[in-house]
Protein backbone atom coordinates (compact mmCIF):
# COMPACT_ATOMS: atom_id res chain seq x y z
CA UNK A 1 0.00 0.00 0.00
CA UNK A 2 2.86 2.37 0.63
CA UNK A 3 3.90 1.94 -3.17
CA UNK A 4 3.57 5.05 -5.29
CA UNK A 5 3.29 3.38 -8.67
CA UNK A 6 1.15 -0.11 -9.25
CA UNK A 7 -0.38 1.96 -11.81
CA UNK A 8 2.94 -0.28 -13.57
CA UNK A 9 1.16 -3.54 -12.22
CA UNK A 10 -2.14 -2.13 -14.33
CA UNK A 11 -0.65 -1.75 -17.36
CA UNK A 12 0.85 -5.49 -17.55
CA UNK A 13 -2.35 -5.98 -16.69
CA UNK A 14 -5.41 -3.75 -17.57
CA UNK A 15 -7.99 -6.66 -17.74
CA UNK A 16 -7.27 -7.07 -13.80
CA UNK A 17 -9.24 -3.82 -13.53
CA UNK A 18 -12.37 -4.75 -15.17
CA UNK A 19 -12.47 -8.17 -14.33
CA UNK A 20 -11.99 -9.94 -17.34
CA UNK A 21 -9.44 -12.83 -17.80
CA UNK A 22 -7.83 -13.31 -21.64
CA UNK A 23 -5.11 -16.04 -22.12
CA UNK A 24 -2.75 -13.53 -23.32
CA UNK A 25 -2.16 -12.13 -19.68
CA UNK A 26 1.60 -11.56 -19.12
CA UNK A 27 1.85 -14.41 -16.44
CA UNK A 28 0.95 -17.48 -15.45
CA UNK A 29 -1.62 -19.33 -13.95
CA UNK A 30 -1.39 -22.12 -11.61
CA UNK A 31 -3.73 -25.06 -9.95
CA UNK A 32 -4.17 -26.30 -7.08
CA UNK A 33 -1.45 -28.88 -6.20
CA UNK A 34 -2.00 -31.83 -3.96
CA UNK A 35 -0.07 -33.16 -1.16
CA UNK A 36 2.85 -30.38 -1.48
CA UNK A 37 3.37 -28.21 1.81
CA UNK A 38 3.89 -24.32 1.96
CA UNK A 39 3.96 -24.15 5.40
CA UNK A 40 5.78 -26.13 8.10
CA UNK A 41 3.10 -29.12 9.96
CA UNK A 42 2.77 -26.84 12.90
CA UNK A 43 -0.45 -25.91 15.29
CA UNK A 44 -0.45 -22.32 15.69
CA UNK A 45 -1.32 -20.73 18.91
CA UNK A 46 -2.98 -17.47 19.45
CA UNK A 47 -1.03 -14.51 20.43
CA UNK A 48 -2.94 -11.37 19.81
CA UNK A 49 -6.80 -11.46 18.87
CA UNK A 50 -8.36 -8.29 18.26
CA UNK A 51 -11.99 -7.57 17.94
CA UNK A 52 -14.58 -4.72 18.63
CA UNK A 53 -12.93 -1.73 20.40
CA UNK A 54 -9.55 -3.58 20.32
CA UNK A 55 -9.42 -1.59 17.10
CA UNK A 56 -10.43 1.88 18.28
CA UNK A 57 -7.78 1.77 21.77
CA UNK A 58 -5.36 -0.78 20.75
CA UNK A 59 -4.29 0.76 16.85
CA UNK A 60 -2.97 3.90 16.27
CA UNK A 61 -5.22 6.30 13.71
CA UNK A 62 -2.81 7.75 10.89
CA UNK A 63 -3.47 11.64 10.21
CA UNK A 64 -0.62 12.68 8.20
CA UNK A 65 -0.89 13.39 4.68
CA UNK A 66 -1.59 9.84 2.44
CA UNK A 67 2.06 8.72 1.33
CA UNK A 68 0.14 7.66 -1.70
CA UNK A 69 -1.11 10.64 -3.16
CA UNK A 70 -4.70 10.18 -2.39
CA UNK A 71 -7.72 12.23 -2.36
CA UNK A 72 -8.34 11.88 1.49
CA UNK A 73 -7.82 13.23 4.72
CA UNK A 74 -7.21 10.76 7.29
CA UNK A 75 -9.04 11.25 10.66
CA UNK A 76 -7.86 11.61 14.08
CA UNK A 77 -9.55 8.72 16.84
CA UNK A 78 -11.84 11.36 18.16
CA UNK A 79 -12.64 12.74 14.61
CA UNK A 80 -13.48 9.56 13.38
CA UNK A 81 -15.38 8.65 16.31
CA UNK A 82 -17.37 11.89 15.97
CA UNK A 83 -18.08 11.66 12.29
CA UNK A 84 -19.20 8.02 12.43
CA UNK A 85 -16.22 6.99 10.14
CA UNK A 86 -15.32 4.10 13.16
CA UNK A 87 -17.11 2.69 15.54
CA UNK A 88 -18.39 -1.25 17.17
CA UNK A 89 -21.96 -2.42 15.86
CA UNK A 90 -23.53 -2.87 19.82
CA UNK A 91 -25.39 -6.15 17.58
CA UNK A 92 -22.56 -8.12 16.77
CA UNK A 93 -19.53 -6.41 17.89
CA UNK A 94 -17.82 -5.57 14.47
CA UNK A 95 -15.88 -2.66 14.06
CA UNK A 96 -16.74 -0.15 10.86
CA UNK A 97 -14.11 1.93 9.52
CA UNK A 98 -15.88 3.93 6.71
CA UNK A 99 -15.18 6.44 4.05
CA UNK A 100 -17.04 9.93 4.85
CA UNK A 101 -20.01 9.13 2.34
CA UNK A 102 -21.90 12.39 3.23
CA UNK A 103 -19.91 15.45 2.84
CA UNK A 104 -19.77 17.33 -0.02
CA UNK A 105 -16.52 18.13 -1.24
CA UNK A 106 -15.09 19.78 -4.66
CA UNK A 107 -14.13 17.60 -7.71
CA UNK A 108 -10.18 16.60 -6.94
CA UNK A 109 -10.81 17.78 -3.09
CA UNK A 110 -9.97 15.33 -0.18
CA UNK A 111 -12.65 13.16 1.55
CA UNK A 112 -12.62 12.28 5.28
CA UNK A 113 -11.18 8.35 5.69
CA UNK A 114 -9.91 6.13 8.08
CA UNK A 115 -6.30 4.42 8.35
CA UNK A 116 -5.44 2.43 11.11
CA UNK A 117 -1.61 0.96 12.26
CA UNK A 118 -1.19 -1.89 15.26
CA UNK A 119 0.66 -0.61 18.02
CA UNK A 120 2.55 -3.92 18.27
CA UNK A 121 4.86 -4.96 15.51
CA UNK A 122 5.88 -8.54 14.47
CA UNK A 123 8.49 -10.88 12.54
CA UNK A 124 6.64 -13.56 11.84
CA UNK A 125 3.33 -15.29 12.47
CA UNK A 126 0.11 -16.73 11.31
CA UNK A 127 -2.18 -13.09 10.49
CA UNK A 128 -6.18 -13.40 10.15
CA UNK A 129 -8.56 -10.93 9.16
CA UNK A 130 -12.19 -11.50 8.85
CA UNK A 131 -14.25 -9.30 7.56
CA UNK A 132 -17.95 -9.22 6.09
CA UNK A 133 -17.48 -6.46 3.95
CA UNK A 134 -14.81 -4.38 2.30
CA UNK A 135 -14.78 -0.72 0.93
CA UNK A 136 -16.26 -0.92 -2.98
CA UNK A 137 -16.62 1.49 -5.54
CA UNK A 138 -14.98 3.29 -8.64
CA UNK A 139 -11.74 5.66 -6.63
CA UNK A 140 -11.49 3.29 -4.11
CA UNK A 141 -8.55 1.77 -3.17
CA UNK A 142 -8.86 -0.69 -0.12
CA UNK A 143 -5.75 -2.71 1.70
CA UNK A 144 -4.62 -4.73 4.39
CA UNK A 145 -1.46 -4.83 4.88
CA UNK A 146 2.03 -4.99 6.96
CA UNK A 147 4.75 -2.89 6.58
CA UNK A 148 7.95 -2.74 8.36
CA UNK A 149 10.27 0.76 9.27
CA UNK A 150 12.53 2.85 7.24
CA UNK A 151 10.46 2.01 3.80
CA UNK A 152 11.59 -0.24 1.64
CA UNK A 153 14.24 -1.90 3.79
CA UNK A 154 12.16 -3.72 6.37
CA UNK A 155 9.35 -4.39 3.55
CA UNK A 156 5.79 -4.71 3.04
CA UNK A 157 2.69 -7.36 2.27
CA UNK A 158 0.14 -6.34 1.11
CA UNK A 159 -2.36 -9.02 1.98
CA UNK A 160 -5.61 -7.80 0.63
CA UNK A 161 -5.29 -4.72 -1.66
CA UNK A 162 -7.03 -3.83 -4.96
CA UNK A 163 -8.61 -0.68 -6.48
CA UNK A 164 -11.64 0.75 -8.46
CA UNK A 165 -14.02 -2.26 -10.04
CA UNK A 166 -11.21 -4.53 -9.50
CA UNK A 167 -12.31 -8.19 -9.46
CA UNK A 168 -9.60 -10.37 -7.51
CA UNK A 169 -7.66 -9.62 -4.96
CA UNK A 170 -3.85 -8.97 -5.48
CA UNK A 171 -1.00 -9.85 -3.25
CA UNK A 172 2.35 -8.32 -3.42
CA UNK A 173 5.83 -8.63 -1.27
CA UNK A 174 7.65 -4.98 -1.35
CA UNK A 175 11.43 -5.55 -0.76
CA UNK A 176 14.47 -3.55 -0.38
CA UNK A 177 17.81 -4.66 0.60
CA UNK A 178 20.60 -6.14 -1.59
CA UNK A 179 19.28 -9.56 -0.10
CA UNK A 180 17.49 -11.32 -3.22
CA UNK A 181 13.90 -11.67 -3.33
CA UNK A 182 12.13 -12.96 -5.99
CA UNK A 183 8.82 -14.81 -7.18
CA UNK A 184 8.91 -17.62 -9.93
CA UNK A 185 6.18 -17.56 -12.57
CA UNK A 186 6.87 -21.72 -13.20
CA UNK A 187 9.14 -24.31 -12.07
CA UNK A 188 7.98 -26.45 -8.73
CA UNK A 189 7.48 -23.33 -6.38
CA UNK A 190 4.98 -22.02 -8.66
CA UNK A 191 2.97 -24.95 -8.92
CA UNK A 192 2.66 -24.65 -5.00
CA UNK A 193 -0.53 -21.71 -5.71
CA UNK A 194 -3.33 -20.80 -7.30
CA UNK A 195 -3.02 -17.39 -8.55
CA UNK A 196 -1.04 -15.52 -11.53
CA UNK A 197 2.33 -14.01 -11.35
CA UNK A 198 2.26 -10.14 -12.00
CA UNK A 199 5.92 -9.44 -11.16
CA UNK A 200 8.79 -11.45 -10.39
CA UNK A 201 10.91 -9.33 -8.76
CA UNK A 202 9.86 -8.06 -5.21
CA UNK A 203 12.88 -5.65 -4.55
CA UNK A 204 11.13 -1.90 -4.78
CA UNK A 205 12.48 1.80 -4.70
CA UNK A 206 10.15 5.04 -4.54
CA UNK A 207 10.41 5.41 -8.46
CA UNK A 208 10.16 1.81 -9.24
CA UNK A 209 7.52 0.17 -6.87
CA UNK A 210 5.54 -2.52 -8.33
CA UNK A 211 7.27 -5.52 -6.01
CA UNK A 212 6.18 -9.03 -6.84
CA UNK A 213 2.13 -9.27 -7.49
CA UNK A 214 -0.05 -12.37 -7.34
CA UNK A 215 -3.38 -11.83 -8.68
CA UNK A 216 -6.35 -14.26 -7.20
CA UNK A 217 -8.42 -15.83 -9.79
CA UNK A 218 -11.30 -16.34 -7.67
CA UNK A 219 -13.86 -13.02 -7.74
CA UNK A 220 -14.83 -14.17 -3.98
CA UNK A 221 -11.82 -12.30 -3.25
CA UNK A 222 -12.46 -9.05 -3.94
CA UNK A 223 -14.66 -5.87 -4.27
CA UNK A 224 -18.40 -6.64 -4.71
CA UNK A 225 -17.77 -10.44 -4.95
CA UNK A 226 -16.11 -10.57 -1.97
CA UNK A 227 -18.80 -8.72 -0.32
CA UNK A 228 -22.04 -10.41 -1.94
CA UNK A 229 -20.12 -13.71 -0.70
CA UNK A 230 -20.79 -12.31 2.82
CA UNK A 231 -17.21 -11.65 3.21
CA UNK A 232 -14.23 -14.35 4.06
CA UNK A 233 -11.39 -14.47 5.68
CA UNK A 234 -7.63 -13.57 4.30
CA UNK A 235 -4.55 -15.28 6.38
CA UNK A 236 -0.82 -14.66 5.47
CA UNK A 237 1.87 -17.25 6.91
CA UNK A 238 5.18 -15.51 7.46
CA UNK A 239 7.89 -18.21 8.15
CA UNK A 240 11.06 -17.37 7.63
CA UNK A 241 12.15 -21.11 6.63
CA UNK A 242 9.74 -22.12 4.29
CA UNK A 243 8.46 -18.18 2.99
CA UNK A 244 5.19 -16.39 2.30
CA UNK A 245 1.91 -17.79 1.90
CA UNK A 246 -1.52 -15.62 1.29
CA UNK A 247 -5.16 -17.81 1.56
CA UNK A 248 -8.72 -16.02 1.05
CA UNK A 249 -11.73 -18.38 2.32
CA UNK A 250 -14.99 -17.74 1.65
CA UNK A 251 -17.32 -18.16 4.39
CA UNK A 252 -17.94 -21.54 4.12
CA UNK A 253 -14.42 -22.50 3.01
CA UNK A 254 -12.69 -21.28 6.36
CA UNK A 255 -10.68 -24.42 7.97
CA UNK A 256 -12.22 -25.60 11.10
CA UNK A 257 -9.30 -25.59 12.78
CA UNK A 258 -8.71 -21.84 12.64
CA UNK A 259 -12.18 -21.40 13.53
CA UNK A 260 -10.94 -23.58 17.11
CA UNK A 261 -8.36 -21.19 16.95
CA UNK A 262 -5.47 -23.75 16.80
CA UNK A 263 -4.86 -23.34 12.79
CA UNK A 264 -2.88 -26.19 11.04
CA UNK A 265 -2.16 -24.24 7.93
CA UNK A 266 -0.14 -27.53 6.45
CA UNK A 267 -3.59 -29.32 6.14
CA UNK A 268 -5.36 -26.23 3.99
CA UNK A 269 -5.51 -26.12 0.25
CA UNK A 270 -3.21 -24.81 -1.98
CA UNK A 271 -2.56 -21.07 -0.85
CA UNK A 272 -3.45 -18.33 -3.58
CA UNK A 273 0.40 -17.07 -3.44
CA UNK A 274 3.47 -18.46 -2.39
CA UNK A 275 6.92 -16.78 -1.90
CA UNK A 276 9.40 -19.14 -1.52
CA UNK A 277 11.75 -18.81 1.13
CA UNK A 278 14.48 -20.44 -1.51
CA UNK A 279 14.15 -17.77 -3.55
CA UNK A 280 13.74 -14.93 -1.10
CA UNK A 281 15.68 -14.05 1.86
CA UNK A 282 12.55 -13.86 4.62
CA UNK A 283 14.39 -12.78 7.71
CA UNK A 284 16.84 -10.12 6.23
CA UNK A 285 13.73 -8.07 4.19
CA UNK A 286 11.16 -8.38 6.35
CA UNK A 287 11.02 -7.39 9.95
CA UNK A 288 9.06 -5.39 12.57
CA UNK A 289 6.02 -5.29 10.75
CA UNK A 290 2.57 -3.30 12.40
CA UNK A 291 -0.48 -4.28 10.61
CA UNK A 292 -2.36 -1.66 8.80
CA UNK A 293 -6.34 -1.07 7.70
CA UNK A 294 -7.06 1.90 5.10
CA UNK A 295 -8.76 2.97 1.95
CA UNK A 296 -7.68 6.22 0.15
CA UNK A 297 -9.15 7.61 -2.68
CA UNK A 298 -7.70 8.04 -6.30
CA UNK A 299 -3.98 7.94 -5.70
CA UNK A 300 -1.09 6.86 -7.48
CA UNK A 301 -2.93 3.65 -8.57
CA UNK A 302 -6.42 3.90 -8.09
CA UNK A 303 -6.25 7.17 -10.12
CA UNK A 304 -3.73 6.45 -12.51
CA UNK A 305 -5.66 3.02 -13.60
CA UNK A 306 -9.06 4.81 -13.21
CA UNK A 307 -9.92 5.59 -16.99
CA UNK A 308 -9.16 1.70 -18.03
CA UNK A 309 -11.18 0.87 -15.15
CA UNK A 310 -14.54 1.17 -16.76
CA UNK A 311 -15.67 3.58 -14.01
CA UNK A 312 -17.41 7.01 -15.41
CA UNK A 313 -15.90 10.19 -15.84
CA UNK A 314 -12.54 10.87 -14.09
CA UNK A 315 -11.47 9.79 -10.50
CA UNK A 316 -11.03 13.36 -9.32
CA UNK A 317 -15.13 13.80 -10.35
CA UNK A 318 -16.12 10.85 -8.60
CA UNK A 319 -14.71 12.29 -4.95
CA UNK A 320 -17.04 14.55 -5.48
CA UNK A 321 -20.20 12.19 -5.46
CA UNK A 322 -20.66 11.17 -1.97
CA UNK A 323 -23.02 8.63 -2.40
CA UNK A 324 -20.57 6.81 -4.31
CA UNK A 325 -18.82 6.04 -1.06
CA UNK A 326 -21.70 4.62 0.79
CA UNK A 327 -20.27 1.40 0.98
CA UNK A 328 -16.66 2.27 0.96
CA UNK A 329 -16.30 1.10 4.44
CA UNK A 330 -14.77 -2.35 5.83
CA UNK A 331 -16.51 -4.10 8.28
CA UNK A 332 -13.96 -6.02 10.42
CA UNK A 333 -15.18 -9.33 12.77
CA UNK A 334 -11.58 -9.96 14.29
CA UNK A 335 -7.81 -9.68 13.44
CA UNK A 336 -5.66 -12.24 14.69
CA UNK A 337 -2.14 -13.18 15.08
CA UNK A 338 -0.64 -16.62 15.99
CA UNK A 339 2.67 -17.97 16.86
Known sequence: MHTLSKLFLAALSLTTLVGAHHPSRAHSRHRRTAGRRTAPNKIYAIQDFYQGEDFINDWDFFTGSDPTSGNVNYQSKSEAQSKGLAYVNDCDNSTVLAVDSTSTVAPGGNRDSVRITSQKSYNGGLFVIDASNMPVGCSTWPSF????PNWPSAGEIDIVEGVNNQATNQMTLHSGTSQSCTIAKSGASADLFTGNVLGTDCFSTG????????????????????????????ALLWDTSSGMSVWHFTRSEIPADLTAQAPNPSTWSAPAGFWSAQSCDISANFYDHQMVIDTTICG????????QSGCPGTCSEMVANASNYADAQWVINYVAVFQ
Open 145 to 148: WTVG
Open 207 to 234: NADAGCGVEDTDTSSFGYGFNNAGGGVF
Open 300 to 307: NWAGGAYS
